[in-house]
């Protein structure tokens, strides 16, 4: 049996996510774990609350909470939107954990015996406004390399170069605004990433398979030179950087940088998860027990490429432990707010929770995942989300599978007729739909998403078109045989679709299983070679229920409100 591991980019904890977030890890990986549990093989799929940092405590105090507090809130909020969503998650862990704290300390260990990290005194920013030490992204400034305004303190936003603070032009507190800054010296444990330029670049050659925005963020990191990165800050919040629970000299009022340890996370929460359900975590992740056989997957935004692509593998093949590594880092660039991004911390653009006030998730999951920020980064607008919506869901899909239904219940009594056989229109239906089922089948094994939504879209479109030519209301008053054999093929389709929809939309698609008695199949992936054999799977006699409408329309005043609410027209789209 197969067996895939699957990661995507943990969501920070001060807040809801963003539909951005959403659209570029989270549920692109949702859609590809739906799919292959669906074709039998076994999945494990990690996700957890990155915890650690300034921004946590910062939002704890604004909050008016001690930090462990307001974390636990948040993971919670978070845990519980994202089943609201939909994302199957096997575990949902915490990057705080336990787990996470004893990993951490040991890849500090590990690697420092390698001669890997080493204590440097380093140069940082202090505010004597803020009283406190800044972490990187708590500095802004002009970037010395291409001149932008706003970068921050680690990476710039615009020319994407990895930045130390330090050298940042006329910098500022983004906590207070001050300008009221000194470096001074500090001790900071640094991760010697140059030491492995030459493997890591080996690492990167061996994936040519990756796609071409994961490719060219970690070449052009490793053309410009792997630096070392300081790897503790000057924090309470965080992982004690210690041995055995006995802090290291000196870093008694340190701990780890965030992005040391947030990868490390994807480890521990399979340990969080093993300890919840008696499950085997070293089979997924230690080569030496059994992961040799494992495929990983990680699923992420372009923002976080450079740090999955170098500071996570310096880790687990710096430690020269048997570490699994990644097999295909899928990359998405940016959903954006019409003109500008969605911000998590201007509140800018629609939350996740904020979208399920509005409708139920199926529309949201299949906007993002039919408009998928692939190829290029893609803006959001209310006009394109009404037009995909309405005219996708509601009347492509939800047309064939109302349509059918009501015609079966007002002239059947619900019940499948029988008569007829099968005949050229149907063997033609089945060869298109063949077709398109091996493309949909294919685009989701290369976790190509948005390919996939247009596949699968297709096979919706073949229904109506089959429905359209045969015409059942016409052929049961002339030749009932006939009549019989195109509802039962059009009932068959029904079920079809609920199991192909499932992984995008998986609340719709139980239902429309359930009208069909399909329920049993739903999470089994039809085979493209037996589509023939599926569109006779109806059997005469079989009863069906017609649900209420499945997809109902989104009207222009609805926009209107939404528009009112959130934000954006027309003219913020230029």
Partial sequence: MTRILITSALPYINGIKHLGNLAGSMLPADVFARFHRATGAEVLFICATDEHGTPAELAAAAAGQDVRTY?????????DVAAAFGLSFDWFGRSSSLRNRELTQHFAQVLEARGLIEERTDKMVYSIDDRRFLPDRYIEGTCPICAFEKARGDQCDNCGSLLDPVRLINPYSTISGSRNLEVRDTRHLYLLQSKLQDRIRAFIDSHADWPLLTRSIAYKFLDEGLIDRGITRDLHWGVPVAVDGVPRPGFEEKVFYVWFDAPIEYIAATREWADATGGDWAR???????AGDVRYIEVMGKDNVAFHTVSFPVTLL???????????LKSFNWLNWYGGKFSTSQRRGVFMDAALELLPPDAWRWYLTSQAPESSDTAFTWEQFQAVVNKDLADVLGNFVN????????KYQSLAPAGGTPGPLETALAERLTLQITELTRAL?????????????????????????????????TDPDRAAVIVRTALSLVGLYARLSRPFIPFAAATIAAAVGEAERLDQWPEADGTAALLSAFAPGRGVTTPDVLFRKIEDAQIAEWRERFGGSPSDAD
């Fill in 71 to 79: 974390c636990d809130e948040q993971h919670q909020l978070q845990k």
């Fill in 284 to 290: 997924w992740w230690r080569t030496d027990q059994g």
């Fill in 318 to 328: 710096g430690s020269e432990e048997p570490w699994k590594t990644v097999d295909m």
């Fill in 445 to 477: 094994t290369d976790l190509e998403v948005r390919k996939a939504a247009q596949a699968l879209r297709q096979c919706w479109v073949l229904g109506n078109e089959y429905l359209q030519e045969a015409a059942p209301w016409t052929a049961i008053k």
């Fill in 403 to 410: 349509r059918i239904l009501k015609f079966t219940d007002s």
